[in-house]
């Protein structure tokens, strides 16, 4: 069994549905082109009347068996938690970039990333709720990383410079200290040759009934 966030995993049942995950995910996949479409089409009215009736029908057949919540907590092949339906990090959440996240040997995290047409506010740039939504995530997979995996309580960010989207950036974040149940994470948003473009600073509180449950048992 792995306990994680006051859920219980059953290990031995982890692998058995991959095919339909990776299924899923190319369908996440794809939806998220098709979005990017629809937010750039140019093409004749009568074509968008005529795509808009096939996706509907496209709805329907998904429509015919479905879940009453997304995707839960798993435990992926490597044995780590997972959670393919979050809509920052999940792979079948057409809503998430998806963002992956590395953990580096010092306990810091790092993900490459690049925005999409769909995520824009200000014209030809990324929308700063977009960006503050990126960093709660990161900010949180880095204190959970650090063993202090918790809720976020507050987070502040401060916008440097525009966000682009359509380009490479690569955001970082670390924890810096924590008391007791309470840990403060640093991160940013940055362009490949080190420019930060957003910086965050985020408290996150431990739940009583998490602590203890985040090591395999």
Do not use: C
Not at 139 to 161: F, K, N
């Amino acid at each position: 069994m792995f306990y994680y966030g006051g859920m219980t995993i059953d290990l031995a049942s982890a692998g058995n549905a991959e095919a339909r995950q990776a299924a899923l995910a190319a369908l996440g996949q794809q939806t998220r082109e098709l979005i990017d479409a629809v937010v750039l089409t140019e093409v004749p009215e009568d074509e968008i009347t005529s795509v808009t009736a096939e996706l509907a029908a496209l709805t329907g057949r998904l429509r015919a068996l479905r879940r009453t919540s997304p995707q839960p907590f798993e435990i992926g092949p490597d044995g780590t938690p997972r959670h393919v339906g979050n809509a920052v990090a999940g792979p079948v959440n057409p809503h998430a970039l998806p963002l992956i996240i590395e953990s580096t040997p010092e306990r810091t995290v790092r993900a490459e990333l690049a925005f999409r047409p769909s995520h824009e506010g200000p014209p030809g740039w990324v929308h700063g709720g977009v960006t503050a939504m990126i960093m709660d995530h990161l900010l949180g997979h880095a204190a959970a990383v650090a063993g202090s995996a918790g809720m976020t309580g507050t987070l502040s960010v401060r916008y440097r410079r525009p966000v682009p989207y359509g380009e490479p950036l690569l955001a970082t974040a670390e924890h810096t200290r924590s008391e007791g149940r309470k840990s403060w994470v640093d991160g940013r948003i940055a362009l490949p040759d080190g420019t930060v473009l957003v910086e965050a600073t985020g408290l996150f509180i431990t739940p009583s009934d998490w602590v203890g449950r985040f090591d395999p048992a």
